[in-house]
């Protein structure tokens, strides 16, 4: 993975520059009766955000075509 967008000491290899962003998530109070998941109850739950491009390039402009990533951490 290095190899592709080259060598940048102390990055990640792969989606190497992002914004994480901490909050709260509360479901629909519709949702227990399509699901029964633990965070899908109603009640608040610390979450945590991570938005990123897929590349491995830190220094990669905002506006260059390439993926972008989520991911979302909730905590049970």
């Known amino acids: ?3 592709l967008a080259g060598s940048h000491p ?3 290899p792969v989606h190497a520059k992002g914004l994480v962003c901490s909050g709260t998530f509360r479901a629909s109070a519709d949702a227990p009766r ?5 965070h899908f109850t109603g009640q ?3 979450t ?10 830190p220094d990669v402009h905002d506006g260059a ?5 989520i991911a979302v951490k909730f905590q049970l």
């Open 48 to 57: 945590i955000v991570r938005f990123a491009n897929a590349n491995g390039n």
């Open 65 to 69: 075509p390439n993926v972008r990533s």
């Open 34 to 38: 399509v699901t029964r998941a633990p």
């Open 1 to 3: 993975m290095r190899t």
């Open 44 to 46: 608040s739950l610390p």
């Open 10 to 12: 102390g990055f990640r």
